[in-house]
T-cell receptor, first 113, second 114 residues
Framework: EPEVTQTPSHQVTQMGQEVILRCVPI?????FYWYRQILGQKVEFLVS????????KSEIFDDQFSVERPDGSNFTLKIRSTKLEDSAMYFC???????????FGPGTRLTVT | GNSVTQMEGPVTLSEEAFLTINCTYT??????LFWYVQYPGEGLQLLLK???ADDKGSNKGFEATYRKETTSFHLEKGSVQVSDSAVYFC?????????????WGLGTSLAVNP
C-alpha cells in the first residue's frame, strides 16, 4: 500500500541554523500539507500546497518558513533560522484531488538546541 | 471560525470495557469529520471518517456517527483491548473550497489495562 514517507526521522540543530525537512507524498496525490505538533499539544496546520503554489498558510507559517516541490516526488519544508520554539514533530500529509482524507507520514522530530 | 472540542483525558479503562470519547465541533456548512489515532512513538493514522450528516464511520471495532443536530462525532468502541492504548484526535475539514486543511481537537489519551 502506498504511503507518505518523511526524512529524517529525527533532526537536531542549533538555534539560528537552517533545516530542510523532506517528504515524499503518495504519487497520485495532488494536495500536500505540513502540520506540526509541539510535544504534548495539539496538532497545528502550517501550510497547504497545490499546483505548485501555497493555497493557504497559518499564522505560524511566517517568513522563516518556506515550502517547495523541487521535482515530481519531493515536498520540502525549510526553516531558515530555527528558534527554540520550533522544536516539534512535523508531519507531512497528502490527499487525492476530490478526496476527503489526508494520509500522514511518520513525522520528523525537530529538536532545536 | 471552525473548531473542535474533545473530552479531556487521560482516560483509563480495563480491557473489554466500553469506550466513549466525546467530540463536538463548530463549523459553517457541512464539514467532513475524522478520527485519527497516534500510537506511542508513531505518526497519525486515519481511524475513520464521515463526510455527511448521519454517516457512520467504522474501523477496527470503532464507530462514530456524524450528528448535525448536536454537532457531534463521538468515538465509541464496545470492548477495548490493551492494544487500543493511544492518543485519539478528532478533526474536521471545512466544506468550503478545495484546501480542506484539518482542524484538530486537543487529543484524548487512552490507557487500557489488562
Amino acid at each position: 500500500e502506498p504511503e507518505v514517507t518523511q526524512t529524517p526521522s529525527h533532526q537536531v540543530t542549533q538555534m539560528g541554523q537552517e533545516v530542510i525537512l523532506r517528504c515524499v507524498p503518495i504519487s497520485n496525490h495532488l494536495y500536500f500539507y505540513w502540520y506540526r505538533q509541539i510535544l504534548g499539544q495539539k496538532v497545528e496546520f502550517l501550510v497547504s500546497f497545490y499546483n505548485n503554489e501555497i493555497s493557504e498558510k497559518s499564522e505560524i507559517f511566517d517568513d522563516q518558513f518556506s515550502v517547495e516541490r523541487p521535482d515530481g516526488s519531493n515536498f520540502t519544508l525549510k526553516i531558515r533560522s530555527t528558534k527554540l520554539e520550533d522544536s516539534a514533530m512535523y508531519f507531512c500529509a497528502s490527499r487525492l484531488a476530490g478526496g476527503h482524507e489526508q494520509y500522514f507520514g511518520p513525522g520528523t522530530r525537530l529538536t532545536v538546541t | 471560525g471552525n473548531s473542535v472540542t474533545q473530552m479531556e483525558g487521560p482516560v483509563t479503562l480495563s480491557e473489554e470495557a466500553f469506550l466513549t470519547i466525546n467530540c463536538t465541533y463548530t463549523a459553517t456548512g457541512y464539514p467532513s469529520l475524522f478520527w485519527y489515532v497516534q500510537y506511542p512513538g508513531e505518526g497519525l493514522q486515519l481511524l475513520l471518517k464521515a463526510t455527511k450528516a448521519d454517516d457512520k464511520g467504522s474501523n477496527k471495532g470503532f464507530e462514530a456517527t456524524y450528528r448535525k443536530e448536536t454537532t457531534s462525532f463521538h468515538l465509541e468502541k464496545g470492548s477495548v483491548q490493551v492494544s487500543d492504548s493511544a492518543v485519539y484526535f478528532c478533526a474536521l475539514s471545512a466544506a468550503d473550497g478545495n484546501n480542506r486543511k484539518l482542524i484538530w481537537g486537543l487529543g484524548t489519551s487512552l490507557a487500557v489495562n489488562p
